[in-house]
């Protein structure tokens, strides 16, 4: 290479290298800068300087057939390779990435989810550093690294001659890990030599070619990784041979916002590059014109951890900030470090701020060592349709993305309110989760929503797979939704789609899927399903009152849906196997109950109709004709001996299996029916009485599952109702041996199927 050539070693969002560049950019003062980076993002790289450029950011580049295939680069304040672009963008300089194309990563990354993954080949290599830091006495490479680097460099910025050193100790850096990587590449697998081999192939065939368009020095500033292999006497033809036949996919690049906690590798404080606000605290005193100290340095930070520690209710005192300070300074010395660490600041702060009480600190840690901060576009940046309006609509919301889980109470009423939830409700149809709706229609009325919302990077990779869809918010969602309606025949998924496309506020999209599901209806015969479409559809009407929907459409659509299932359940309900009668069962309480809130009377007459006639129909399967007689008793449509005689009818000579099912649905409406009804009640205790003993060890589980649904309260009451009644019979009974007694040695059973406990008097 040419000895215009300087390549200087950094490391990944280090902010002791992004100091040291800074100080040699401005001492070599190079023609060029270099970057290691995907190249397709070169264009990009002049929107750094424009002033809403808020890091963290990254580059998400994605295929262009496929935005799922996608992967980021980001960059923080204090990496390196964003202060290069800061560099060169301030001084006039051209500024380039010279890493390998990002369409090969993409090609690697789909030709992977296609192999078996027991194909696909697992290694780990151990840390270069490991045997530098051992012979150093430091525990790992990071901590090593961290050490010397990235912040045993603070306080000696200020120096004059800094900018010199600099340069000293990037040649340091470059001879350090010249030995390392000679060492490590005996061990190394096959398969990372040759993907190094052809990065650095790709790298030298930019930098000859920025030689060649530059005058002056041309400054490379690549991971300190690679930087001896940079150095390498390999020819260009020998370069050219070894990445010609890479396949690449044809890749999209664009800037988006990132998140704090996706700078770090894993939670927790853990280690050097994975805490983002450590290293923001360096990156800060970096850029201050004095040198820092290092008693300011260990007293600015656990004051931070102080003040942290107050807002989350601790008492942390000046004092004891203070006295963590001097700590923190003792533990570095005796380690013989220059200045506290991350390591020695966190033990200091467990012993004078939280008086060894691990908790506080992880309460705060991931505000303290991680940090929650979310990047900024600037408006001027080019972005995909799709984001750009996201941002427009955050604007007119007011909602601000966030890298923290917080709560959003939205009050339909307003129109604040009705924006934000239309956004969210879209955006769910989208599949960019960015808000979890975790209440609604609930205290008071169909007014309020409640939102657990958080930002993560990955949701700009969603909205990316849904340009597919249209270029704003509302056209991509409705478009999903018509496109989603026409590929389902399932009455339920129909419905629900309907149901998701009125509450964001999409009339037309949810049009064109009432008019899917009444095509999808006429031939559907599966009565559950339809039961099934009427509940989501008749709730959504509850949203009338804050929403605009297409309320005759929709009755109608209702209306139609529920003359079907009147007209064909007790068929239907003949022979069900026990999955099938479990599923009509659960369709007919939310059906029975979505017909009450609808309100026409004739469908709720012919529907009682029905209950009745199942009732009386022996061939509907017992599940079924339990709740179907449940559902009488509860509306009062027949007398009271009317229901004893069909409870009677259904449990006497009938198997232990189908009377149970049939008693275990009719209980399970609530405990009045046995507190208030002692007909029924004596119709059950008989029907037990009457069982065998292998028929009644049988139909325990039964019956303890049957009284699990009822509160610890109402369990206790029903037995002091048999009590009672046992107590009573005794009062009459002439036998020497009283119905009392037998009360007496059944009651151990019954406190068991009751879930009851003997002692307490609590459920078990």
């Not at 020998?238 to 990132?258: F, G, H, M, Q, S």
């Not at 699990?708 to 009672?724: C, F, H, N, P, Q």
Request: net charge negative.
């Amino acid at each position: 290479m040419d000895e215009r050539l300087h390549i200087f070693g950094v490391r990944h969002h280090g902010p002791g290298s992004a100091a040291l560049l800074k100080q040699a950019l401005d001492a070599l003062n190079p023609a060029c800068v270099l970057i290691e980076g995907t190249p397709e993002a070169g264009p990009l790289i002049p929107f750094a300087a424009a002033p809403g450029m808020k890091p963290p950011i990254a580059l998400l580049v994605h295929a262009s057939a496929d935005a799922n295939a996608a992967f980021f680069s980001p960059f923080a304040e204090f990496s390196p390779e964003w202060q290069a672009m800061q560099w060169a963008l301030a001084h006039g300089r051209p500024a380039r990435f010279i890493d390998w194309p990002g369409g090969i990563t993409i090609y690697q990354m789909i030709a992977a989810k296609q192999k078996d993954p027991e194909e696909l080949e697992v290694q780990v290599d151990s840390d270069p550093l490991d045997a530098l830091a051992e012979i150093a006495g430091f525990t790992d490479g990071e901590a090593f690294w961290n050490g010397l680097i990235e912040q045993g460099r603070v306080g000696r910025q200020g120096k004059n001659d800094g900018k010199e050193n600099a340069l000293a100790v990037f040649a340091a850096i470059e001879q350090a890990m010249t030995a390392v990587r000679t060492d490590s590449d005996l061990t190394r697998s096959e398969r990372s030599r040759l993907k190094d081999s052809q990065r650095e192939a790709w790298m030298r065939i930019h930098i000859r070619q920025a030689l060649k368009d530059c005058e002056g020095p041309v400054a490379a500033v690549v991971g300190a990784w690679h930087v001896s292999a940079l150095r390498e006497n390999s020819s260009a033809t020998a370069d050219k041979v070894l990445v010609k036949d890479i396949e690449r996919e044809k890749v999209e690049v664009t800037w988006v916002p990132w998140t704090n906690s996706r700078l770090s590798a894993g939670s927790g404080y853990g280690a050097g590059v994975i805490s983002p606000g450590w290293y923001s605290h360096l990156w800060k005193l970096y850029t201050q014109p004095d040198t820092t100290e290092p008693a300011a340095f260990a007293a600015q930070w656990q004051a931070r951890t102080a003040a942290l520690l107050r807002s989350e209710g601790y008492s942390a005192s000046t004092a004891s900030a203070i006295e963590a300070a001097r700590l923190s300074l003792t533990l570095a010395a005796l380690r013989e470090r220059p200045m506290p660490g991350l390591e020695e600041m966190r033990e200091s702060a467990l012993a004078s701020l939280c008086h060894g009480e691990d908790v506080p600190l992880r309460i705060i840690e991931r505000k303290l060592y991680i940090g929650e901060q979310v990047g900024e576009i600037d408006p001027s940046v080019p972005q995909m349709p799709l984001a750009r309006d996201l941002a427009l609509w955050q604007k007119k919301t007011r909602l601000k993305p966030e890298d923290l889980e917080s709560e959003l109470r939205i009050d339909l009423r307003s129109e604040a309110g009705l924006l934000k939830s239309t956004l969210l409700h879209r955006l769910l149809i989208l599949n960019v989760p960015w808000g979890k709706l975790i209440e609604a229609e609930a205290g008071r009325g169909t007014f309020r929503e409640i939102w657990r919302l958080r930002w993560v990077p990955e949701l700009s990779v969603s909205l990316a797979e849904a340009l597919v869809y249209g270029g704003t918010i509302e056209r991509a969602a409705a478009n999903a939704q018509i496109d989603r309606c026409q590929k389902t025949t399932s009455i339920s998924e129909l419905a629900e789609l309907i149901r998701a496309t009125l509450v964001a506020d999409l009339p037309s999209a949810a049009k064109a899927c009432i008019a899917r599901l009444q095509e999808t209806a006429v031939d559907a015969g599966e009565v559950t399903e339809l039961m099934q479409a009427v509940a989501p559809l008749v709730r959504v009407l509850r949203y009338g009152t804050a929403r605009e929907l297409p309320e005759a459409e929709l009755r109608s659509l209702i209306y139609a849906l529920s003359v079907e299932v009147n007209a064909g359940v007790r068929l239907a309900s003949h022979n069900l196997d026990d999955d099938a009668a479990s599923a009509r069962v659960a369709a007919m309480g939310s059906y029975d109950e979505a017909l009450h809130l609808f309100g026409d009377e004739s469908l709720a007459s012919s529907w009682r109709q029905q209950l009745e006639t199942m009732v009386k129909d022996d061939q509907v399967a017992a599940q079924v004709a339990g709740l179907a007689l449940r559902r009488l008793h509860d509306l009062q449509a027949w007398e009271l001996p009317q229901v004893s005689s069909a409870f009677s009818l259904r449990t006497r000579g009938e198997t232990p299996q189908r009377a149970g099912a049939f008693i275990e649905n009719f209980l399970a409406g609530g405990s009045e029916v046995l507190l208030q009804d002692q007909a029924i009640l004596q119709l059950l205790d008989e029907w037990l009485c009457e069982l065998s003993d292998d028929d009644f060890t049988e139909s325990l589980p039964l019956l303890r599952r049957s009284f699990s649904a009822y509160d610890a309260v109402a369990r206790r009451r029903l037995l002091e109702r048999i009590g009672k009644g046992a107590h009573e019979s005794t009062m009459v009974s002439n036998s020497g041996s009283t119905s009392g007694d037998a009360f007496e040695r059944a009651l151990p059973l019954l406190l068991q199927i009751l879930g009851i406990s003997a002692e307490s008097g609590g459920p078990l």
